[in-house]
């Protein structure tokens, strides 16, 4: 069955403008969360969302914020970037609560210039 | 909060045996992951341990001691292409569940010749 499809997979953005990213998740999958990964601080959970309801958040601004639709696609917003929002962005899907399956996506690299 | 701790860097043989530890101190725990990442790739799922104990599959074994908060990733007979990034990540204990990881910071892990 198809894996964790996150788009796009590169973006470059300038300074102040706002970004989405699109994670759609292993089929059935229900629990959808995101990560920021870079070279200082690893991968930081950003949120969770479980039948269109965020469930956990992370110690992120508000300038991060995510959705999750009907059929449990979930997309990611970041708006006013910031040079230091360049990162690996990565969303993880899992079945449930158990945490079993939990899969990732190959990321979307983003560049904030 | 939680805090983890994994070495930086390891270098083993190609043939050998090498075990990458992580150690953990959590204000809740509900379960340890491995991931395996290599440079631009999404990190790939290893093994999932709740319960205290050894967890084998194929060349790849870990084990956790939750009294101790501790786990260990071994891997044997270590190929050129085990050369990567190993994560160690705790899943919080959240309330209304849900799936929320704390990442170490990983372990890079060479294997030469």
């Known amino acids: 069955k198809a894996g964790v499809t996150q788009t796009p997979r590169y973006l470059i953005k300038t300074r102040g403008q706002q970004v989405t990213l699109s994670c759609s998740p292993i089929s059935g999958h229900r629990s959808v969360s995101w990560y920021q990964q870079t070279p200082g601080q690893g991968l930081q959970f950003l949120f969770e969302?479980?039948?269109?309801?965020?469930?956990n958040k992370g110690n992120f601004p508000g300038r991060f914020s995510g959705r999750q639709f009907s059929n449990s696609r979930s997309e990611m917003n970041v708006s006013t970037l910031e040079l230091g929002d360049s990162a690996l962005y990565l969303c993880?899907?899992?079945?449930?609560?158990?945490?079993?399956?939990?899969?990732f996506g190959s990321g979307t690299r983003l560049t904030v210039v | 909060g939680q805090n983890i701790d994994q070495p930086t860097e390891m270098t083993a043989t190609e043939g050998a045996i090498v075990q990458i530890n992580c150690t953990y101190q959590?204000?809740?725990?509900?379960?340890l992951f491995w991931y395996q990442q290599h440079a631009g790739e999404a990190p790939t799922f290893l093994s999932y341990n709740v319960l205290d104990g050894l967890e084998e599959k194929g060349r790849f074994s870990s084990f956790l001691s939750r009294s101790k908060g501790y786990s260990y990733l071994l891997l044997k007979e270590l190929q050129m292409k085990d050369s990567a990034s190993y994560l160690c990540a705790v899943r919080d204990t959240v309330t209304g569940g849900g799936n929320k990881l704390t990442f170490g910071t990983g372990t890079q892990l060479k294997v030469e010749l």
């Open positions: 969302y479980f039948s269109e309801t965020q469930r």
């Open positions: 993880a899907s899992s079945l449930d609560s158990s945490g079993y399956g939990y899969t």
């Open positions: 959590t204000s809740g725990f509900n379960g």
